[in-house]
T-cell receptor
Framework: KQEVTQIPAALSVPEGENLVLNCSFTDSAIYNLQWFRQDPGKGLTSLLLIQSSQREQTSGRLNASLDKSSGRSTLYIAASQPGDSATYLCAVGFRDSSYKLIFGSGTRLLVRP | NAGVMQNPRHLVRRRGQEARLRCSPMKGHSHVYWYRQLPEEGLKFMVYLQKENIIDESGMPKERFSAEFPKEGPSILRIQQVVRGDSAAYFC???????????????FGQGTRLTVV
């Protein structure tokens, strides 16, 4: 069964810290991996898309890495701000489950002023 | 580009009524996906549609749920005879190409929060 796991489930850090969110998946045969942000009661905002052939993607203070062989991705947030507080979701497009994204249960991040 | 538009944002239905959720994909996108997020749970795939075709409905409950994406107009997720367990956030996503392409990026709408009373 293809699964996506995110650790930790919740994280609280003081403003300014660099932090890492983890995502693991059970099958290395993937098309891509996408990181999303979800604010309470809101929709999903796409942060970064990493294709299967890529090792990392960067956007501003965000950097996402992909290691297919170990089934892991990390989202690195530099110099965290209170506005970064949200739930971060990792979603994987597996090759033999094409058409659908398999989501992790998310990491709830709180950045304290 | 207004992004993926879903309406209504909130929907309250009594048990036994019908719920209709609408989704207009981003301009230029012909692939639509519906996901459901139950309270305190992750998003789960329901159905994948292209114009006038259901490609994969493996995540849809076998009864009471149906989806369509007509040639003209938005995609519709229809839930007949709603029950309390249908209360959830329903998200629509769209993409320019199908998920089977490596650089396919899915864009999500704001969701419709269905409450069954």
């Amino acid at each position: 069964k293809q699964e996506v796991t995110q650790i930790p489930a919740a994280l609280s850090v003081p403003e300014g810290e660099n932090l890492v969110l983890n995502c693991s998946f059970t099958d290395s045969a993937i098309y891509n991996l996408q990181w999303f942000r979800q604010d309470p009661g809101k929709g999903l905002t796409s942060l970064l898309l990493i294709q299967s052939s890529q090792r990392e993607q960067t956007s501003g203070r965000l950097n996402a890495s992909l290691d297919k062989s170990s089934g892991r991705s990390t989202l690195y947030i530099a110099a965290s701000q209170p506005g970064d507080s949200a739930t971060y979701l990792c979603a994987v497009g597996f090759r033999d489950s094409s058409y659908k994204l398999i989501f992790g249960s998310g990491t709830r991040l709180l950045v304290r002023p | 580009n207004a992004g993926v538009m879903q309406n209504p944002r909130h929907l309250v239905r009594r048990r036994g009524q019908e719920a209709r959720l609408r989704c207009s994909p981003m301009k230029g996108h012909s692939h639509v996906y519906w996901y459901r997020q139950l309270p305190e749970e992750g998003l789960k795939f329901m159905v994948y549609l292209q114009k006038e075709n259901i490609i994969d409905e493996s995540g849809m409950p076998k009864e009471r749920f149906s989806a369509e994406f007509p040639k003209e107009g938005p995609s519709i997720l229809r839930i007949q005879q709603v029950v309390r367990g249908d209360s959830a956030a329903y998200f629509c996503a769209s993409s320019k190409t199908g998920q089977g392409v490596m650089n396919t990026e899915a864009f999500f709408g704001q969701g419709t929060r269905l409450t069954v009373v």
